[in-house]
């Protein structure tokens, strides 16, 4: 099968998304599929045009952007590359960029599959135009995304809810995975890893994600004025903008010793933070950031209990006290207790990360379910 994913940034451009679609299309290739992305060249610094990567097949076009990574349009549209697809799979119909190409396709007849995410996900977003003028903006795209798509995905619960309560569509779920290493790697040594990235404290809670306010950093920074000198917060992931104000905010509070900004890490690092953290803390505090944390499944896989705001996706995976802690977005005492009753209880915390790893899948599982369903498309 030819397998064609669209998405306005991929490899080497860092983020959640960007992960699930490579996950997703590697994950694919490995099954014998030929796969193709089309992508834009925002974030692909010195990358070629076109190459060839773990087997899939890579088409960088040019494109104009008008400040939000969503607002991504193509400035040409590879019609060649199209016409070869068994299938085009959209992800996001946020995306203008997306909504370009699963618009073109359907024109050309193609067999489409969107990805719906964030869905009616605006309205608690903390910037003002945002709140008052992207409702309209998500509602358009996800009624003309409804009218062209023929396989409606999810990987949200609350989306797949959404779709069906207000939009009178059926989606199927399909959500993301974690490499298979995830489940095999050894446990890490908790004191080897501190020694190596000089964290003093003994015990310490570990953000996973790109420096951006509305991921929340700033909530753990100001958590940790209420839980003790011996507890610390580390920060893995690439920053969003919002790096040098959290670290500022660290000092202001006094807590800059107990802050541990380590950047973007590979895949075994990251295996060894969650093997040595009490647990993950994702305190988000807008819906549309949390579609699916990959983090979450990243914890879980390492059977690592999370602490996260009841925001977007999460409520519907993190079930309060099965294998994880919910608390409100914005509330750094309500947070810093959830991460007191973790580290003085190791045995909850133990069972909660067991609890969790029940509920993530690999993307070969994701994969092939995907073209189960691929399949069901092209053969109706």
Aim: proline share 5%; glycine share 8%; charged share 25%.
């Amino acid at each position: 099968m030819f397998i064609l994913h669209a998405f306005h940034s991929y490899y080497p451009s860092l983020g959640g998304m960007e992960r699930a679609v490579q996950g997703l299309a590697e994950a694919q290739a490995k099954l014998g599929h030929e796969v193709h992305v089309i992508t834009s060249t925002y974030g692909a610094q010195q990358r070629p045009i076109e190459e060839v990567l773990s087997n899939v097949h890579i088409h960088r076009i040019k494109a104009w952007r008008f400040h939000y990574p969503d607002l991504t349009i193509p400035r040409i549209i590879p019609v060649e590359v199209l016409k070869k697809a068994h299938i085009v799979h959209v992800h996001s119909h946020n995306s203008l960029f997306s909504m370009k190409i699963l618009n073109e396709s359907f024109k050309l007849g193609i067999k489409t599959a969107c990805h719906f995410m964030a869905v009616d996900a605006y309205k608690n977003h903390p910037n003002f135009f945002i709140r008052l003028f992207a409702p309209y903006y998500g509602k358009w795209n996800t009624k003309k995304a409804l009218k062209i798509a023929d396989l409606p995905l999810v990987k949200s619960i609350r989306d797949l809810e959404i779709l069906r309560e207000k939009y009178g569509v059926e989606a199927e779920y399909l959500p993301d995975g974690v490499p298979d290493y995830y489940f095999t790697a050894g446990k890490a040594d908790p004191s080897e890893f501190r020694e190596k990235f000089g964290i003093k404290q003994e015990k310490f809670f570990l953000f996973i994600g790109r420096m951006h306010k509305l991921k929340g950093p700033h909530i753990l920074v100001e958590a940790l004025k209420y839980v003790g000198e011996d507890i610390a917060a580390v920060f893995i992931g690439p920053d969003g903008g919002y790096l040098k104000e959290t670290l500022g905010l660290a000092e202001r509070l006094g807590v800059r010793d107990r802050v541990y900004a380590l950047g973007y890490v590979d895949e075994e690092t990251k295996i060894k933070a969650l093997d040595s953290a009490v647990a993950l803390v994702l305190p988000s505090v807008a819906d549309h950031v949390e579609v699916y944390s990959i983090a979450i499944s990243e914890a879980w896989a390492r059977q690592k209990p999370v602490i996260a705001s009841g925001v977007g996706e999460i409520p519907y995976r993190v079930k309060h006290g099965v294998n994880g802690i919910l608390v409100n977005p914005l509330d750094p005492k309500a947070l810093a207790e959830a991460m007191l009753k973790l580290a003085q209880d190791e045995g909850l915390a133990d069972k909660m990360g067991r609890n969790g790893r029940k509920a993530v899948f690999s993307w070969r599982e994701i994969a092939a379910r995907s073209i189960q369903l691929y399949r069901q498309i092209l053969e109706s």
